[in-house]
């Protein structure tokens, strides 16, 4: 009975994890694949399980056959043996080498062409590349976006265009992390030793049902705040793509503050966050010196931290006690505790803090 009773458990927390597996929203789902490495990726998911489903089906039948139409009639009666046939003996060689060659193909060709990123290494006449080229750099726990050809460097969200190829170079600056977006493609191991290199392009029908924003994880165990390393990327059309990064490059100095709180937010900020914080975007700081996100379009994002819906009150709650919310974080403890009249006037300050119209 109770062997019956764990049988009907294992059964419905399988048909739950079944009914749940088709959940996966837009901007967060591998399974709803909105790019071309992905849908390849997704396309040799399929395959394999095609596959392996395929196997599956033939083996249970022929074991329901033999086990019906050669099961002992009486004790005298032995099934004619078949041990030593070559026949069969080369049938189920063949047949897994055949199951094989058809998966291991497409996955090899897919390899050699999701791997190839010569174009980031094709310089024009300025000594660019054609190709739009983002480093990456992994933090505990948060992200950088560097794009070199443009001279501007971000943090937290990723603006990138959409329908063309984006390549990336991956580094991590403490410990290992893994970039992943689940909806663009397989996840990517960033070192501290190494730079890793691959390409990933943005769908944009994809993107217009995902409302132009795709969630990013890190992937690779690296402390307590992992499962709160998160990024977001946000896709645009290449007119509009060109159009952030001029106002992005507009920003030659720090936003001034236009109200007396804000004001006062800027001048707690200068004295207690610009050794961390940037507020402009150019990539003049050498990398041991950028210790914290950069925070020039920090009110043009959509989220605080990676985590928190993007609102003053979010922001006051994460200057306040960064320890509740990413717990382990380099934040925490390295500046002075503020009031709320303090904090008031550095949320108003931050959220000022845009560079779109």
Same mark, same amino acid.
């Given at each position: 009975?109770?062997?019956?009773?764990?049988w009907?458990?294992? =059964? %419905?927390?399988?048909?739950i994890?079944?009914?749940?597996?088709?959940?996966?929203k837009?901007? %967060?789902? /591998?399974? +709803?694949?909105?790019g071309?490495?992905a849908?390849?990726?997704?396309e %040799?998911m399929?395959? =394999?399980?095609?596959?392996?489903v395929?196997?599956?089906a033939?083996?249970?039948?022929? !074991?329901?056959?033999?086990v019906?139409k050669?099961?002992?009639k009486n004790d *005298?009666?032995?099934p &004619?043996?078949?041990?030593? =046939?070559?026949?069969l003996?080369?049938?189920?060689?063949?047949?897994?080498?055949?199951l094989l060659?058809?998966?291991?193909?497409?996955?090899?060709?897919?390899?050699?062409?999701?791997?190839d990123v010569?174009?980031?290494d094709?310089k024009? /006449?300025?000594?660019?590349t054609?190709?739009?080229v983002?480093n990456?750099?992994?933090?505990?726990?948060?992200?950088?976006?560097?794009y070199?050809?443009?001279?501007?460097i971000?943090?937290?969200?990723m603006v990138v265009?959409?329908?063309?190829?984006?390549?990336?170079?991956?580094?991590?600056s403490?410990?290992?992390?893994s !970039?992943?977006?689940? #909806?663009i493609g397989?996840k990517?191991?960033?070192?501290?030793? *190494?730079?890793?290199?691959?390409?990933?392009?943005?769908?944009?029908?994809?993107?217009?049902?995902?409302?132009?924003l795709?969630?990013?994880?890190?992937a690779?165990?690296?402390?307590? =705040?992992h499962? %709160?390393m998160?990024?977001?990327?946000?896709?645009?059309?290449?007119?509009? !793509?060109?159009?952030?990064?001029?106002?992005? &490059?507009?920003?030659?100095?720090?936003?001034?503050a236009?109200t007396?709180s804000?004001?006062?937010?800027?001048e707690?900020?200068?004295?207690?966050?610009?050794g961390c914080? #940037?507020?402009?975007?150019?990539n003049?700081?050498?990398? #041991?010196? +950028?210790?914290?996100?950069?925070?020039?379009?920090f009110?043009d994002?959509s +989220?605080?931290?990676?985590?928190?819906?993007?609102s003053a009150?979010n922001?006051k709650k994460?200057?306040?006690d960064?320890e509740?919310y990413?717990?382990?974080?380099?934040m925490?403890?390295?500046y002075?505790?503020?009031?709320s009249?303090?904090?008031?006037?550095? /949320?108003?300050?931050?959220?000022?803090l845009?560079?779109?119209?």
């Open positions: 009975m109770k062997m019956l009773a764990k009907r458990l294992l =059964s %419905l927390f399988a048909l994890a079944l009914v749940l597996s088709g959940c996966g837009p901007y %967060l789902s /591998a399974l +709803r694949p909105a071309e490495v849908q390849s990726q997704y %040799l399929l395959l =394999s399980t095609a596959i392996m395929g196997v599956i033939v083996v249970t039948i022929i !074991f329901i056959y033999v019906i050669f099961r002992r *005298n009666e032995i &004619k043996q078949v041990e030593g =046939s070559h026949k003996e080369i049938l189920w060689t063949v047949i897994p080498i055949l060659l058809i998966l291991a193909v497409p996955t090899v060709a897919q390899t050699f062409k999701l791997a010569s174009p980031m094709k024009n /006449a300025d000594g660019k054609d190709a739009l983002v990456v750099r992994a933090s505990l726990y948060w992200w950088e976006f560097e070199p050809n443009e001279g501007i971000t943090s937290q969200e265009p959409t329908d063309e190829k984006v390549y990336f170079n991956l580094k991590a403490d410990v290992k992390h !970039f992943w977006i689940p #909806a397989g990517m191991d960033t070192n501290t030793e *190494n730079v890793n290199k691959f390409w990933l392009e943005f769908d944009s029908k994809a993107a217009d049902e995902a409302g132009g795709f969630y990013g994880k890190c690779e165990l690296c402390g307590p =705040s499962a %709160l998160d990024f977001k990327v946000k896709t645009l059309p290449r007119d509009e !793509f060109d159009q952030w990064v001029a106002s992005m &490059k507009a920003v030659k100095e720090p936003a001034k236009e007396a804000a004001q006062q937010g800027q707690i900020f200068n004295n207690s966050c610009i914080h #940037a507020v402009t975007p150019a003049t700081a050498p990398e #041991a010196a +950028r210790v914290g996100p950069n925070l020039t379009n009110g994002r +989220r605080v931290a990676g985590i928190l819906d993007h009150e922001v994460w200057i306040e960064p509740a990413k717990p382990g974080n380099k925490t403890e390295k002075p505790q503020l009031s009249e303090e904090l008031d006037a550095v /949320a108003e300050y931050l959220m000022g845009k560079v779109q119209k």
